[in-house]
């Protein structure tokens, strides 16, 4: 009985301390985010330390937008190529949840949380991605503005 009561008391907890994704927030998902890490539905870790691409997301005020994969340069300046996924922004059941298309595929995540600097994604097998905030690397002091 007393092994009920806590499992019932963190879960509570758990479901209370989760960030609400308001209509506001979705603002902050636009820009370069680079993976930090993977979360297994095991409570395994994939930790990555440095990423060759970032993830560049835009979305526009109606919700909609797309998704491009993006290499920094050491310039500041990035290589860009023509493929993305189109994107939409949708409300549900209290939750956020972002839907991809591509013209071969099309899928969903959960947006767990979203600040200025981290963005989580969970996917429909469980695995939570866990992402910082990045910009432009310029290790070339060269006086020039980065793009």
Known sequence: MKN???ILFLSLLFISCQQKIKPEDISKING???I????FDQGKDKE????ESYDY???EKNNTGFRKKVVPQLDGTFVVNNSQESVKVRFKDN???IDYATPYA?????LVAISNDELVLKNAQKKEYHYKKAGPIHILDDGKKTK
């Open 48 to 51: 990555y330390g440095i990423n």
């Open 4 to 6: 009920t009561f806590g």
């Open 32 to 34: 370069y985010w680079e």
């Open 95 to 97: 939750k956020a949840f």
């Open 106 to 110: 099309k899928w969903s995540e959960e």
């Open 57 to 59: 997301f835009q979305i």
């Open 36 to 39: 930090e890490k993977v979360v």
